[in-house]
């Protein structure tokens, strides 16, 4: 395991424990307030970060014996958002997802995927390399590593959307950082560079939907 997969664990696990944290202080009207994503209420985000273990399980049984066609998160990234990507496409299907689970899922279940579930059946495939092969239904295949690396960032970005529905403290510093670094690494280097130095025209942000 390297440091730097251990690193995306870690903070994995302690952004989730703040999801957890917050969930169980919110009032009832708390988890039906509206968020900043139009039509997402503050229980449908909490059912889309929160962790299914059964995934965890599934990634162990996709395992395959051959080279990754996308290595790193910003590679996922990139061939979602790209256009006509998934992101784009399936934008509808996974705000219907995020509902039915928020309905068929009471807060405290979706509280304790965070906290307890989640963590367990992470560490419980602790033993797959980072580099390790897995079958992908949209990409054909990707790395370990490169999964919980976009789950990290869909973690910490979709927390700064619950602060801004309901309040409480920034995502860990770490975290923040992490996601910012994946965010840059997804767009063009040169046009980034360029318009972060004020120096480019060409449109770079969002590098996500």
Known sequence: MDSQ??????????????????GAALTAEDWERSTRLPGWTVRE?????????EMFAGLRAAVLDAPAEVVD???ILRAYNRPGGIAHTA????????????????????????GVEGPAA????ADLSPGATVAHPLLGSVTVGALGE??????TVHLLDLVAAVGGPQPAEEAL?????????????????????????????PVVR
């Open 5 to 22: 997969n251990d690193q995306v664990r870690a903070l994995l696990v302690e952004v989730w424990a703040s999801w957890a944290e917050r």
């Open 45 to 53: 985000l909490f059912a889309h970060v929160a962790p299914v273990p």
């Open 73 to 75: 998160g910003a590679g």
């Open 91 to 114: 934008a509808e299907q996974v705000a219907e997802a995020a509902k039915q689970t928020a309905e068929a899922a009471e807060p405290a279940v979706l509280i304790a995927r965070l």
């Open 122 to 125: 992470l560490e419980g495939i």
């Open 150 to 155: 976009v789950a990290l960032m869909e973690a």
């Open 177 to 205: 950082d992490f996601t910012r670094a994946l965010l840059a690494r997804v767009a063009d280097p040169v046009a980034f560079i360029e318009a972060a130095t004020g120096r480019g025209t060409r449109a770079v942000l």
